[in-house]
């Protein structure tokens, strides 16, 4: 038995029910479970069919008699609660037989020497291919040497074919014209013109553009053969890529920029009020938007329905949060949802977590962003100075969100832009930092009316999203000028305004779908010219 002196002096023995409750909750605690698995891509998760505990309804308080009766209450209440995985580990492979036939294998080793004297020549060709791939560009003899130097030294000093070939690719790795795109201005144009690019510029600013990555075979052959400028064969290439699973890093990467998803990972919220935020949530959420945006931008729907599509994509933990019945598991599914106010962009917890505080909602983020990045009327900059948010009246009631906000913009100097973004952030209101819904905030019930800048208005995030759909065209507007910097990599300036109009005007008959915006850019004169250093 064990003892224990306490302060009085007096030592008592803990009971035989301490040592079974101890049993019971680290029987299991060194149990490890071996699963052999085949080579490739696998999806690994662990779930417990069964919760063995849970509290219904509210926990009572603890009230314990003395020491040894609260130790062995939380002994059995944690003998009780759900199992849980400690860890998971992969290790492998076990006797194999070479590093095996691998894709990335069969496109680097696109031949194999037979006899010594063949592995120069094999080396050239595969060096050749891959610099190729690499460079964007036809490669000449004063590309190749220098890789196969490199490949005679690593097949020297490490006495293999392979090791040659790693060393060349090393080498290609760490080549400035694999590293950076350049756009070398042609010796013939004057300073401070403009000119086209090349086909095979063409080719890399469409790729990098549409897939985040060099062009491939197709594409590069075209440029070489000079066609790409075609426009017949430049709609068909522009199809064929946003059509290719490669696009979805086109979905991935322009949301992080566009809609700012990219601060997701570094939003925080009290853990204390919203528990349920984690980094899983932080997942689910960044997950729900990019499913969602691909089901619009790869099925070549009108970028309109980012605000009107009538489904989310959920898994059980997310379905769970946002208060959708009967979904079940880890997997993302597409699910219809019939409550006004959970559809469209404006509903999903991604955009609401990233524009709001730790501890409360901020109408005043949630307007800007709506401002700058749906209707690219960005608000103009905060004073130096700004008066800090007064939470509580003046016999120390708390006010609510709403409440607060208006009496900060009745101060003049704050009025000036709090009048544009704060009447769109109350819309959001009824949505807490973590994207759930609510119909009060510091017992008051929410007033989620507001207006937009043209007057427009609207009660709740159904009319509010309702009325940005009314302003279609400046809604096309905004999202052809984010798309357009995202494909140029640079801030527009006044001259690309035009080529902004042009293509909004071209694609409202078609009710602006994804891709005739975006082959309205690749076509556009930004895109496929550039203008000579001064």
């Given at each position: ?33 071996k699963i052999p698995v ?295 599914r597409k699910v219809n ?115 937009l800048p043209d007057g ?79």
């Amino acid at each position: 038995n064990i003892g224990l002196a306490l302060g009085s002096g007096r030592a008592d023995t803990l009971p035989p029910d301490f040592e079974q409750a101890q049993y019971e909750r680290n029987a299991d605690k060194d149990l490890k479970i071996k699963i052999p698995v085949q080579a490739g891509e696998r999806l690994i998760q662990v779930a417990f069919l069964e919760e063995n505990f849970a509290w219904e309804g509210q926990v009572p308080p603890q009230s314990y008699n003395n020491y040894f009766t609260a130790r062995l209450q939380r002994e059995y209440e944690r003998a009780w609660t759900d199992p849980s995985v400690s860890s998971i580990s992969v290790t492998g492979p076990f006797n194999p037989q070479g590093p095996g036939n691998t894709l990335s294998r069969e496109k680097i080793f696109v031949c194999t020497p037979t006899v010594e004297m063949d592995e120069t020549s094999c080396a050239t060709e595969i060096m050749s291919n891959l610099a190729r791939i690499a460079y964007r560009r036809p490669v000449a003899e004063e590309d190749i040497n220098p890789l196969m130097s490199l490949f005679e030294t690593g097949k020297d000093q490490y006495g293999s074919f392979e090791a040659g070939i790693q060393m060349a690719i090393e080498g290609l790795l760490v080549n400035i014209d694999f590293l950076f795109r350049l756009e070398s201005d042609p010796r013939n144009v004057a300073k401070d013109s403009n000119y086209e690019l090349s086909d095979l510029e063409l080719a890399s600013r469409l790729s990098f553009f549409l897939w985040s990555s060099i062009p491939d075979d197709e594409l590069l052959t075209l440029a070489e053969q000079d066609k790409l400028k075609d426009q017949a064969v430049m709609e068909q290439q522009v199809n064929r890529m946003l059509n290719d699973d490669r696009s979805q890093t086109l979905v991935n990467n322009f949301a992080e920029q566009w809609l700012l998803l990219r601060n997701l990972p570094h939003t925080s919220k009290n853990l204390e009020l919203f528990p349920d935020f984690d980094e899983n949530l932080r997942k689910d959420f960044l997950t729900e938007t990019q499913l969602y945006l691909a089901s619009i931008f790869q099925n070549n729907r009108s970028i309109l329905d980012m605000f009107r599509a009538d489904y989310k994509f959920v898994n059980e933990r997310l379905a769970r949060h946002y208060g959708i019945p009967d979904v079940y598991g880890n997997k993302f599914r597409k699910v219809n949802i019939t409550d006004e106010n959970q559809k469209g962009l404006l509903a999903q917890g991604a955009v609401l977590a990233i524009t709001s505080y730790p501890n409360r909602t901020s109408p005043v983020l949630r307007g800007k962003w709506v401002l700058e990045n749906i209707l690219a009327a960005p608000p103009p900059p905060p004073p130096t100075v700004i008066p800090p948010l007064k939470e509580d009246d003046d016999t120390g009631k708390k006010l609510s969100m709403r409440q607060a906000i208006e009496k900060h913009r009745a101060n003049p100097v704050c009025a000036v832009c709090h009048n544009r973004m704060d009447p769109i952030g109350f819309g959001l209101e009824n949505f807490n930092p973590i994207g759930q819904w609510r119909t009060e905030d510091a017992g008051e019930p929410i007033d989620s009316s507001g207006m937009l800048p043209d007057g427009s208005a609207f009660q709740g995030p159904a009319e509010l999203q309702k009325a940005l759909l009314s302003n279609s065209e400046v809604i096309a507007s905004a999202f052809t000028q984010k798309l357009l910097t995202y494909a140029l990599g640079r801030d527009l300036q006044y001259y690309d305004m035009a080529t902004v109009r042009d293509i909004v005007h071209n694609s409202k008959d078609n009710d602006y779908r994804f891709s005739d915006i975006v082959l309205g850019i690749v076509k556009s004169l930004p895109f496929t010219m550039r203008r000579t250093d001064s």
